[in-house]
């Protein structure tokens, strides 16, 4: 079966940090660029970074730039973003998304448009409250 799992979403306060992780099971991120998307609530979903398949390239919404860093490591299958001096506003459930195709090798999709994404994953949840 062909999945995405996120994990290590949890409370945290604000000011602090998480990291994110999304690893495939059934297939290999070699050639896929994944992204990463949160929904709060009442909100629609938005893209907040993405990064190519090669890893060489990455790509940030404003609201998130220079707080949050997006890796890939390819070994381990596995999409990481790092999340830090987190704000209350953070609170959302995060998703990853996967990106197939020789175009995405060294510049990550949109973070507008989601046709482009193959695989979603379930989502995980971070809440940053005091």
Not at 38 to 45: D, F, L, S, T
Not at 56 to 77: C, E, I, Q
Not at 106 to 118: A, K, N, R, T, V
Request: charged share 15%; net charge negative.
């Amino acid at each position: 079966q062909l999945q995405l799992v996120e994990s290590g979403g949890g409370l945290v306060q604000p000011g602090g940090s998480l990291r994110l992780s999304c690893a495939a099971s059934g297939f290999s991120l070699d050639h896929y660029a994944i992204a990463w998307f949160r929904q709060a609530p009442g909100k629609e979903r938005e893209g907040i970074s993405s990064i190519s398949a090669f890893g060489g390239v990455t790509n940030y919404a404003y609201l998130v730039k220079g707080r949050f860093t997006v890796s890939k490591d390819n070994a381990k299958n596995t999409v990481y973003l790092q999340m830090n001096s987190l704000r209350p506003e953070d609170t959302a459930v995060y998703y990853c998304a996967a990106a197939y195709g020789s175009s995405w090798y060294h510049q990550p999709p949109s973070l507008i448009d989601e046709s482009e994404y193959d695989y979603w994953g379930q989502g995980t949840q971070v809440t940053v409250s005091s």
